[in-house]
């Protein structure tokens, strides 16, 4: 689904609540599962536990699990699903399709590495 909103241009995602709202949802749904591989690796690896969500990729990247590279944008990440989660009468749809635009790479990255370590 995120592929084919990807494809709007910017004012008709900015203009449309249907496709802005199935992105944040889709979004939401994307991160949480990164965040619960990450998880079950560090679990599976005896990792020290995560405290918080930005933790998780912390831990991931220091361990060389995932690039450090990434570090900085997968943390933007787990912050973003706090935003989606509790603070949703804040989001700025303009974010949520630079997002959408920017991290589709880093979202496929992030799972296939993450399915890898966990085989």
């Given at each position: ?29 994307i991160?949480?599962?990164l ?39 997968l ?45």
């Amino acid at each position: 689904m995120l592929e084919s909103i990807r494809k709007e241009s910017k004012n008709e995602f900015l203009s449309n609540p249907i496709l802005s709202s199935a992105a944040e949802r889709n979004l939401q749904m994307i991160i949480e599962v990164l965040l619960d591989l990450g998880n079950h690796v560090i679990r599976k690896n005896n990792y020290p536990a995560p405290e918080k969500y930005t933790d998780i990729f912390e831990i991931l990247c220091d361990r060389k699990i995932l690039p450090e590279e990434k570090k900085d944008g997968l943390i933007k990440l787990a912050k973003f699903r706090n935003i989606l989660v509790h603070l949703y009468t804040k989001i700025d749809k303009a974010q949520v399709y630079d997002i959408l635009q920017n991290n589709f790479t880093l979202f496929k990255e992030t799972a296939a590495q993450l399915i890898k370590n966990l085989q």
